[in-house]
């Protein structure tokens, strides 16, 4: 049935135009409309554009945020099918481009960076102005860049794995660093001298799987066919990903952001500490990194 009025159409901001109110009117009651004028007008960076990120940052749009910074230096590839926010017809371009240009089908008013590197030469640029990061990428020399200038800063990090576990951490000043959190022997070390050592970079890649098999059954569930666990671990593999899995974890980060980063309504959890629910075995599950 076709409702004949709006109860809260007298009482919205009159900054916002005609399309954003039709857009977000259903978000209100959830949120109030002081909450949704402060995620309209946040600026948010997105690092990584691809699993994770491209339907994090399609959810914040939805959702009514007119301000994001998109960073990808990837094009689509046929592997990118089975979870990404692509079709055929995307393989071969960026993925910052083929989400924006969709992004600005759904809020044609919305303000889009994008950038196609994250450099030394331009993390001071990209994160000027930005309120909340989310860390979705899967380059952990770039992720620790952007995790040391996000510090100086004081901007907070919101970070998840596409694994079957509800959960996501923050980094910021009340936290450990990512660095920390990881156990990486690169605090002292500059990007220029990590970029450079294989070792180093194989020691990182090492450590950081060792975090990701701390999930309780995480082994279990991603070694169905078996070999699959071995190769990821060996370096044969790249990690194991499914479309469900990573959707519901962006959904998550999506969640995470707006009532814990933007709103403060929800307490957010603190790297190392690892609070979520596993929703195969249908439990919560708690533990720490480190």
Request: aromatic fraction near 10%; include cysteine.
């Amino acid at each position: 049935m076709k409702l004949k009025f709006n109860m809260f159409e007298k009482t919205r901001p009159k900054n916002w135009k005609d399309s954003y109110w039709n857009q977000i009117n259903r978000n209100i009651g959830f949120i109030t409309f002081s909450e949704q004028e402060s995620l309209r007008i946040s600026s948010i960076a997105i690092f990584g554009v691809g699993g994770l990120g491209g339907p994090l940052a399609i959810q914040l749009i939805r959702a009514g945020c007119e301000n994001l910074t998109i960073c990808d230096n990837e094009k689509f590839q046929e592997s990118n099918l089975n979870r990404q926010m692509c079709t055929r017809n995307d393989i071969g371009k960026y993925k910052v481009d083929i989400l924006e240009n969709y992004l600005e089908k759904i809020n044609p008013d919305i303000n889009i960076s994008k950038y196609y590197e994250i450099s030394n030469h331009n993390i001071s640029e990209i994160l000027n102005n930005i309120k909340i990061a989310a860390l979705t990428l899967d380059d952990p020399i770039c992720s620790i860049l952007i995790c040391r200038e996000c510090a100086k800063r004081k901007i907070p990090i919101v970070e998840s794995w596409g694994v079957p576990f509800l959960c996501a951490w923050w980094f910021t000043k009340e936290s450990v660093d990512y660095e920390t959190c990881y156990e990486l022997k690169t605090k002292q070390m500059s990007i220029e001298q990590i970029e450079v050592s294989e070792n180093i970079q194989l020691d990182i890649r090492n450590a950081i799987l060792s975090k990701v098999f701390l999930f309780p059954g995480l082994e279990e569930i991603c070694d169905r066919e078996s070999g699959a666990v071995e190769g990821m671990l060996s370096g044969n593999l790249p990690l194991r990903s499914f479309a469900p899995m990573i959707r519901m974890t962006a959904s998550y980060l999506a969640y995470e952001i707006i009532f814990s980063g933007i709103l403060k309504i929800r307490k957010k959890t603190l790297a190392p500490r690892v609070n979520g629910y596993d929703y195969i075995r249908m439990k919560k599950i708690e533990f720490s990194f480190i």
